[in-house]
Each structure stands twice: as C-alpha cells, then as structure tokens.
C-alpha cells in the first residue's frame, strides 16, 4: 500500500473506492462536475493544497482533462502533483457499455497499472519519520465530543462544520478524514466549544 501525505483528488465515489484499496491517504471525489457549482469543496480543495498538497487523478477523458484543468485553475501549481492514467479501451465491470469514449476510468484500471502512474509522476511512499505532529483524531474522540453517535451528533457536526469554513455534506467517516487531513487531536481540540470538551 502507497502512503502519501497528500489528499488525493478524484473525479467519483468509485474512483475513491478503487484507489481505497491501494493508498494509504486522504481520497476526496469531485463528485463529477459537481465541483463546477459547490464552492464549499473547492474552498476544501484549496485548504487541503495548502496544508500537504494535492495528486490529482482524473479519468484520461475530456470529462475527466476538463475537472483537472479547473482545479488547477483555482488552486496554485505548486501544490499540485499530477497523475496521468493511459488510454486503455475497456468498460468497467459495474457497467453496461462502455463510456462514450470506450476508455477505462480510474476505477477500470488494473493495480499494478495505477501503482506505475504514481512512481511516474514521481510519487513514491514516504518514509516513515518520528512524527513531529500530534496525535490523530479517532472515532472515539468523535464519539467523546458528540459529534457522531449521539442524539444531536449531526447538528453539533454541521455546527463544527460551519465554524471550520467546510463542507456541510461530510458524513462522520469524511469529517473525520478531512479533519486529520487538517489538524491534529491537540489543534481541533482547541477549536471545540469548551463544554464539548
């Protein structure tokens, strides 16, 4: 499994289920050209950039140039890694034909395929260092902080959601994900009102 320090960006949900399975990492879906009209995920997108940087990894369609070129319109080149999957002629399992133009997406491309795209691009897993960040945040201290599994876990989480300037369509299992992304235990834990604490 490649660990990375990025989020990686992709174009869908089966998109992050495919590369799930091979990375070690942060996975955020566009949700198509959905990103085109939710400001909420771009501003994401761009925290996300600046914290540890981004791979992009889009379809090799137009559909899928056209989501890249907008990100990488909106968010600085610096932070961007660029990973390129090949024309490969196919159609995915879950689907009945083919996609208009009869290439496989990230989801329909074999693992050793994929895994060669990163180490082109120049993404290779990172060593493991002694942490210099604090503890991750886990389901438990979600738990402890009611924001998952309790009567009002839902509001207090759009409540933390709004006050962090992100997206209010994050299940639990994304919020936390986004979070650890973004802070450590220490850092969130300041941010909380006092009496979730």
């Not at 876990?153 to 759009?158: D, E, G, I, W």
Request: aromatic share 8%; with cysteine; proline share 4%.
């Amino acid at each position: 499994m490649l660990k990375l320090k990025e989020t990686v960006i992709v174009e869908g949900k089966y998109d992050q289920i495919r590369l799930a399975n091979l990375l070690d990492a942060h996975i955020l879906p566009t949700d198509g050209f959905g990103i085109f009209t939710n400001k909420e995920k771009r501003a994401l997108i761009r925290r996300l950039a600046e914290k540890n940087g981004i791979i992009l990894v889009t379809d090799s369609d137009r559909a899928g140039f056209r989501i890249r070129h907008y990100i990488t319109g909106f968010v600085n080149s610096k932070y961007i890694k660029q990973v390129y999957i090949p024309d490969i002629l196919g159609k995915e399992s879950r689907k009945t034909e083919p996609s208009k133009e009869g290439k496989l997406g990230v989801e329909g491309i074999e693992d050793q395929v994929l895994l060669e795209c990163f180490r082109r691009a120049g993404i290779e897993p990172r060593q493991e260092e002694p942490s210099k960040e604090g503890r991750p945040i886990t389901k438990a201290d979600l738990v402890a902080w009611g924001l998952s599994g309790g009567a009002y876990s839902r509001q207090r989480r759009l409540m933390l959601q709004q006050s962090l300037s992100l997206p209010a369509r994050l299940s639990a299992n994304a919020l936390l994900s986004v979070l650890n992304s973004l802070y450590d235990y220490d850092q969130l834990r300041s941010l909380l009102p006092l009496e979730w604490n």
